[in-house]
């Protein structure tokens, strides 16, 4: 497959897989909301004459249009919250040899890579790493930490941000960008609904004034089906992690590749990459939430160490070691296409 073709399967791949994420999101808090009209309804319907029966599904209305509302809101601010949270500040206008060298490198690789010029962010942490957020290239930006700057020759931080460079122009930045949102705020929404469920006895009081024979009368799969629903609330802060883990892993493959064509130099990247994983982590300014964002996994996981089905899945990146081979591997190729040179004759 060409280079091109490969990268238009990249971009429809993950506009795809955006949309999917929106379904899933909405169809899980559907599934929270219209689970408990039923468990509800069940568990209220043999009740005395004046007793409260359920039997309008406003709960599932309720979360399914806030699970809506909640998607559209990530979507409209997961970049500003990504840079948020890890406390970068925008460079505005460079101050100091290293970020006119930053800015310099930036506006080479839009040049390379025909892509507008994104917003340049710098994060006040001594571990090197990088990463790019926003939606699509009209409205990415691209964040380093001090200690890549100080860490990086000028060809390994023009390698690095070549690698942003491609999250971006495969559309990477909208699919991740997305779900760090959502891992934040549902994050932040399981939190207090952990805390309501921890009263669990009061799930049991909803039968009111029934017998014990009637609260028999529900049956197995009824009892069972009310556990999947209280574990799932519990459960869904880890349900997006899993998201974000599942679709991170393989994209960096590409983004190496597209940085070694911008760069014409795919050395340099596996000489940055060596250095980062060299350097210690984990990365304090960038949170669990944001770590599929970066060029190297912030947290220092065993899983983005090792290969197979289960390390694809939880490790956020691909083993080091295999990326900078590859990387080796295609500077290698190059230098064997290129044409010898004739010595002058004396």
């Excluded at 238009?8 to 791949?13: D, I, L, R, T």
């Excluded at 209220?44 to 809506?68: C, E, K, Q």
Aim: proline share 5%.
């Amino acid at each position: 497959m060409s280079d091109s073709a490969n990268l238009f399967a990249q971009q429809e791949a993950n506009r795809r897989r955006t949309r999917w994420l929106v379904v899933l999101f909405i169809a899980f808090f559907a599934w929270l909301g219209f689970g408990g009209d039923w468990i509800l309804y069940e568990l209220t319907r043999a009740a005395p004459p004046n007793a409260y029966r359920h039997v309008f599904p406003w709960a599932g209305i309720a979360l399914t249009a806030f699970a809506s509302l909640l998607a559209a809101w990530s979507w409209r601010t997961g970049p500003n919250k990504v840079l948020w949270s890890t406390g970068a500040r925008e460079i505005q206008t460079p101050s100091g040899d290293l970020e006119t060298r930053l800015v310099n490198v930036v506006e080479e690789m839009c040049v390379a890579s025909g892509l507008k010029r994104p917003g340049i962010w710098l994060i006040a942490d001594p571990d090197p790493n990088a990463f790019a957020t926003g939606h699509d290239a009209e409205h990415a930006h691209i964040a380093v930490t001090e200690g890549l700057l100080e860490l990086c020759s000028r060809d390994e931080l023009q390698a690095v941000i070549a690698h942003e460079m491609g999250h971006v122009k495969n559309l990477d930045v909208r699919l991740m960008t997305f779900l760090a949102a959502l891992v934040g705020a549902v994050a932040l929404m399981s939190d207090g609904v952990g805390r309501m469920l921890r009263g669990g006895a009061r799930v049991g009081a909803l039968g009111g004034g029934r017998s014990r024979g009637k609260r028999d009368n529900l049956g197995p799969l009824v009892l069972v089906l009310v556990a999947v629903w209280l574990v799932s609330w519990l459960l869904a802060p880890m349900v997006t992690r899993l998201l974000a883990l599942g679709v991170s892993r393989k994209r960096e493959f590409l983004a190496d590749a597209m940085s070694a064509q911008y760069t014409r130099n795919p050395a340099a990247l596996a000489s940055a990459l060596e250095k980062i994983e060299r350097a210690d982590a984990p990365t304090m300014s960038i949170k669990r939430g944001s770590a599929h964002l970066c060029i190297a996994d912030p947290l220092g996981r065993k899983a983005s160490l090792r290969e197979g089905k289960l390390a694809d899945f939880f490790g956020t990146h691909p083993p080091m070691a295999i990326r900078v081979a590859r990387l080796r591997a295609m500077g290698y190729q190059e230098q064997k296409a290129a044409p010898a040179t004739i010595p002058a004759s004396l």
